[in-house]
């Protein structure tokens, strides 16, 4: 699948979650685990449903969204166009799986 192949819905809901990531909250954070166990979750750990206990119904929902996307997709986000988005979320929340990589 390609980015343009993504619901409008779907890209939307992704774009929203990688915003929310980037930032430095305890929500930032639930978000981010949830997008890196999509991207490697052999790396990145992955996602416990109770951590959507701590967000809000939007982000919830933006979530479940994402959720179908990456079932329905068959792919990881980097094939779809967002490997610098997610590359930016590792830099924030997982800088050790990039040592070594940025020399």
Avoid at 1 to 11: A, D, S, T
Avoid at 25 to 31: A, E
Avoid at 49 to 66: K, P, Q
Avoid at 82 to 98: Q, S, T
Wanted: aromatic share 10%; with cysteine; net charge negative.
């Amino acid at each position: 699948m390609k980015r343009e192949q993504m619901l409008p819905v779907e890209k939307q809901a992704l774009e929203n979650l990688l915003k929310h990531a980037q930032g430095d909250t305890h929500q930032s954070r639930r978000v981010a685990d949830f997008l890196l166990a999509w991207w490697n979750p052999s790396a990145c750990g992955k996602y416990d449903l109770t951590t959507g206990w701590g967000v809000d119904d939007d982000i919830m929902e933006d979530m479940c969204v994402v959720f179908r996307l990456a079932s329905r997709a068959h792919s990881y986000p980097d094939s779809l166009g967002y490997e610098k988005e997610f590359e930016a979320i590792v830099r924030e929340w997982r800088p050790e799986l990039l040592q070594g990589r940025e020399d």
